[in-house]
C-alpha cells in the first residue's frame, strides 16, 4: 500500500502549488472516531477524487472544509495560512464551495436569481434588479459555455441541468475549489459526459475540483488524484492512473473482492412470471421477460433506463399502456400494488429512506405494515401473540441486530435496515421479490450478509428479479443478466459467458 | 404526508416536542398533581371537593370528543379544521328532525322513532362531510388545511343559510339527558366521552387501520409502497373524526338544549392546543389518547382552579395558551440537558 | 403564440384573474348598479382591511411558516393604540406608528419562540393568539371603546378614493417592494423554498423569521387601526375568528402553504374574488346567509383544482419532479 502513496507524495513537487492542505486532522462526535489524523491535499486546478464507503468519514471531511464542523485536532493550511479551524463565513470567503447531494438550489426561484443568490446575502441593502441579474447569470454561464433559460424556475429543470445550475452559483461565488458530493448518482451517461466537460473548464479556470463518491468508474476519466479514506482514517493517495476499480474497490474496502459466479440455474423451468411485450410510453417498451421458482434475475441499466419504472409496473404501481404479464401462466392485471402484493410479488425500493421504511416508527410495526388485515383477531384487534410471533420469527431469521423490535427502524445501520425491509416483505411469503438496488448505502460486510439472504430465498424457491447499477452485483448474484438501455431490454447473458468489462460496455452502448 | 408547515430553522425530521412520546404523559401527570396542589392550597376548602371533581366532569367531555376528532387527523399529519361546523350541522340537523317530528302531544313511540331518525340523520351528515373531505385529502392530494379550510366554510354556511343565523332548540328529555342527566353519580356525557376515548384509543394503538394511520403520519408514501391502501385509510381518518364530531354534536345540544350554526367556535384552536400538549405530533405519526386525556385534565383543573379563585375565565385561556408555550419549553430545556449529559445520545 | 397562450393560462395568477374578469362580466350584465363607481368604492372599502393584513400574511407564508395569530395581535393593538389616542390624544402618525411598532413586536415574539422553541409555527401561533386574545379579554372585560377622537374616525377620501382603500393600496405596495425588490425578500423566498439551503447560503434565518412574523404583526395592526376607523368604534372581540378567511384569500391568491410561492398580485385577485363574488351575490339579491356556502365551495374547487393540475404535470414528468 505504501508504494503507490509514496509514488503520489514524490508525484507532488512537480506539479501545481497547493490551495489547502488539511493536515493531521481528527474529529470525533460523542464516543464515535470520525476521522483519525487524516491527510489531505487539494492543489490549485486539480481534479481530486475523494472515495470511501459509507461511513468511512467523507463527508465529515468535507463538513471540516465547510467549516460547519472543527476539527480536534489538526490545522487547515489555505495558501500556506494555517487555521484550526474553519467558520462557514471564512470557508466561503477561501473559495471553497461545496455542492451537496441534494444541490441546494430553490426549487421556487429562477435559474438566474439561483446562480446570484449570493448576491441577495451579501448586499442585503441594495434593491434587485432583475435585469442586471439575469445578465451576471448569463456571463457566469457562458464562463461555463452552459446554456439555460435564465428566467426558467429550477423545480423544473432536470436533475442534470440543476446540477449545472449548482455549478454556476458555485462559480458566480468566486470558487476556487467545487467540492461535489456524489454528482454523479442521478445522471444518464450523457448527463455525466456534459458534466465532466463542464468541470474541464473549471480546471482551465484554475479551478480545484474534488469529486467525493463511493462509485468512481465516470469521474476517473479526468480525475488526477485519487485519496481514499477507510474507517476515518486515509488509506493513501494515488495518480488516477495507477488505479483501477478493482484496486479501488480494494482499497474502500480493505479485503478483495472475490465472489465467484453462481452456479448455472437448475431448478424448476416452468416460469412463475413472464412479460410480454410490455410498454409504457415514455418508459420502456417492448419488454419480455421470464423469471422461474428459485431463479435469480439480473437486471442492470443506468437510473434512467426504465428499469425501477418496469419494477414499479411489475409491482401494480405504474399500469402499463401495453403488453401482459402473466403469473403461473394466468394473464393478471396489477392495478394497484395490493393486488401485486395478493399476486405473492413483493417490491425492495432502490429509495429505501423514503420508499422503504417507515423510519421514525418502530421495528416491528414496519415488519407488520404488509400483512395487518391477517393479524386481527376479536373486534378487529391485532393479535398481539401473533403480531410478536411474526416479528420475532424474522428478526430472529434474518439477524437484525437491535434490542428490542420496538426501537425506532431510524436507529438501525443501512445493513440491518435492509433486514427489515425483506423481513417486511418475507411475512407476506412471496412468491416473486423484486429487489430494486438492495444493497444501496450498505457497507460491504453487510452487503455479503444481504446477498446470502438473497440466495437463502431463492433456495427456497422464490422467483427474484435483482436490479442494480453495480454491475459486478449483478454478474455475481445472478443466473441471468438482462440489461436495460433507453427503455428496452437490449442484450441478455449467462453470467458465466461474459466479462465485467464487456458487460459495462454493452449497458453505457 | 405533507410536514411542510415546518418553519423551524434547525432541519430536522421531528421537532423536538414530539421526541417524548411517553414522557410527555410522565410531564402532564406531574403538571396535574402541582396544579391540583396549587389550587388545594389557594382554596383548602373548596378545590378538594365533590363539586369541583363534579364541575370538571361536566365541562370536559365536550372538548374532549372535540379534541379526539380532533387527534385522529392530526396523527395522520393532517387537520381537521371543520369539526366544530361539522359538529354544529350535525346537532342542527338532528335538532330539526326532532323540532318537526315531536309535538307536545306525541305519543312515546312517535318521539322514540323521532330520537332514532334524528340520530341517523345527524350521523349520515356527518359521514358525507367526512367522507367528501377525505376523499379530496386522499385522492387528490390536497394538503388537509386548504381542504378542511373549505369544508369549515361550506359547512357553516349550509347551516347558517338553513337557519339564517336562528337558534332551534327545545329537545325531548331522553336527550337533555346526554348533557346534564348523571348515571351512579357521574355525568352521562362524561361516560360518552370516555367510551369514544376508550375506542379511539383500541382504535389507535391496536388495529390495522390505527398502525397505517401512524405509519401514514411519519411516511405516507412509505406505506403506500408497502400494499398498505393509503387513500382509503386517509377516507377513514376523516370520516371517523367526523363521526367523533356527531357525538359531540350531541353533547352540545343536549347541554345547551339547543343548536346553532355558530356554537363552540372558540374551541376549534382549542382542540389543536390540547392535542399537541397532550403529546400527540403535529406532524403525525405519534400520540396516545392517554396523553391528551391528561393534557384535557390539566386544562380544566386550571380553569376550575382560577374560577374558583375568582379569575376571569379570559385569564384562563390565557394561562391555557401559555401553559402549551411553557411545556414546548420545558421539553426544550430537557433535551438540552439530556445533549450535556449524555452527548453520544445525539448526533 | 398559441404555446405562450397555454403557457400563460397555466399561471395561477391568470386563472384567477380570469375568473374574476368573468365573474365581473357576469354580474355587471345581470345587476347595472354593479358597475357603479360607488358600488365599485365600496366593494374595495369593505375588503381593504383583509387586503392589508393578507399582505402580512403573504410573507409569512412565503417564508415558510403560517400565522393564525394576527387577528388577535390586530386587537390588542387596536386597543392599545384606542387607549392611547384617548387619554392622550394624537394624530395618525403616532396612531399608525404605535400600532405597527407594537404590532411587530408581538410578532416577533411569535418568530423567537418559533425559532427558539424549534416548534411548528401553526402551533406557536394558536398558542400565542389565545394568549394574546385572553389577555385583552380579560383586561378589557369585554367591552368596547366608543368615544374614539373625532379626527380619528371622521370619513375622509382623496380624489374620491376612501381612505381605508388608500392605506391598503400603499400596504400592499409595500409588500410588493419588500418581497420583489429587496433583498431580503428574495431571501424570504428561498427561505421557504429551502430552509437548509438558505442556511447554507449564509442567510440570517432568525432574522428573516423576525422580519416575516414581525411584518405580519405590523401589517395586522394597521389593518387594525384600519378597521377600527372604519366602524368608528373599538371592540376587543371584532376582529378575532376571522383569522381563516384571511387565510382563504391568500390561498386563492394562489400562495402555497409549504413555503416559497406566492405573489402580491395573486393575493389581491384572491381577494378580489371573494369580493366581487359576495357583492355580486349581494346586488342580485341572494341572502347574505349564502355567503358561507359559496365561500366554502369557491375555495374548495380552486385547491382542488390546483392540486389536481400539480399532480397530472408531475405524472406527466415523474422523473423530474424529484
Redo the contacts between chains.
Sequence with gaps: MMGPSEAAEQDRSEAAPAFIELLGISKH????RALTNVDFTIRSGEVHCLAGENGCGKSTLIKILAGVHAPDNGQIVIDGHAHTHLSPAASQRAGIQIIYQDLSLFPNLSVGENIMFRHHVEKSVRPVNERKMMIHARDVMSRLGIELPTAETVGRLPIADRQLVAICRALAAEARLVVMDEPTASLTHHEIDALLETVGVLKSHGIATVFVSHKLEEVMRIAERVTVLRDGQRVGTYPASEIDRHRLSELMTGHKYTAALKPAFAGDANPILEVHGLSRRGQYEGVDLVVRPGEILGITGRLGSGRTELALTLFG?NPPDAGEIRIRGKRVRLR???E??RAGIG?V?EDRL????????SIA??I???V??K??GVL???D?GRRSELVDRWIGELHVRTKSAERPVRELSGGNQQRVVLA?WLA?APAILILDSPTVGVDVGAKEGIYQIVDTLAARGIAIILISDEVEEVLHQSHRILVMLGGRITASFDPAKVSEKELREVISA | M?S??????????????AAWSDPTVTLLAVLVVIAVIVFAALTPARFLSGDTVRAIAFQMPELGILSLAMMVPLMSGGLN?AIISTANLSALVMAGVLTNLIHPTSPPWVIVAAILAALLCGMLTCLVIGFLTGV?VAF????P???T??????????A??AT??TVIGGFPPAILFLGNGSVLGIPASMILFVLCAVVVA?MVA???FG??V??IG??E?????????TEWVLVGVYVVSSLLCWVAALVMMARFNSASAGYA??YL??T??AA?LGGID??G??GRVFGLFLSLVLLQVISTGFNLLGF?P?????I???T??IA??IA?VRDRWIARIW????? | MLSQLRAAWRRHDVQIGSIVVIMAAFFSALSPAFLTLSNLGDLLENYSVMAIMAAGLLVVLI????D?SFEAIAAVSQFFVAIILVKFGGNWFTAFGLAGLFGALLGIVNAL????????????T?????????????MT??RSIYDLPSWFTSDMSWLSIPFPVMVAAVALLVTLVLLSRSPVGRQIYGLGGN??AA?RMGCN??GL?CLAYGYSGFMAAIGGIVQAHRVEEVVPYALI?RE??V??AV?LGGAS???GIGTVSGTVLGILLLAVLQNGLTLLGV?S?????????V??VS??A???AS?RQQRRGVRDAV
Design positions: 462526535f460523542g464516543g464515535v404501481m394497484t400494488n395490493r401485486a402484493v417490491y425500493s423514503s420508499l422503504g421504511l417507515v423510519m421514525p416508527q410495526d414496519n407488520v405494515v404488509s395487518l388485515n393479524l386481527t378487529g384487534l391485532i398481539g417486511k407476506t | 405533507p411542510d408547515l415546518v418553519s423551524s430553522p434547525t432541519v430536522r425530521s421531528r421537532p423536538r416536542f379544521l379530496i387528490f392530494g390536497v394538503h388545511i386548504l381542504v379550510l373549505g369544508t369549515m366554510t361550506l359547512v357553516k354556511g349550509v347558517v343559510l339564517s343565523g383500541m391496536h388495529t390495522p398502525v397505517s401512524r405509519l411519519s411516511n408514501k412509505a406505506t403506500r409502497y408497502s400494499g398498505v391502501a367556535e372558540s384552536l382549542i389543536i392546543l399537541v403535529p406532524f405519526g405519534f376571569s379570559y385569564l384562563t385561556a390565557a391555557w395558551g401559555a402549551m408555550i414546548i419549553l426544550v452527548p453520544a445520545k445525539v448526533k | 417564508s415558510g411558516g403560517i393564525i419562540l418559533i425559532y427558539y422553541l424549534g416548534a411548528i409555527s401553526v402551533i406557536v394558536i398558542s400565542t393568539m389565545t394568549f394574546y386574545f385572553s389577555i385583552l379579554m380579560f372585560q369585554g430552509p437548509e442556511k434565518i432568525l423569521q375568528g381563516l378567511d387565510l382563504a390561498v402553504l409549504s413555503g341572502s346567509y349564502a355567503f358561507g356556502v359559496v365561500t366554502g365551495a375555495i374548495l385547491v382542488t390546483t392540486a389536481y399532480k
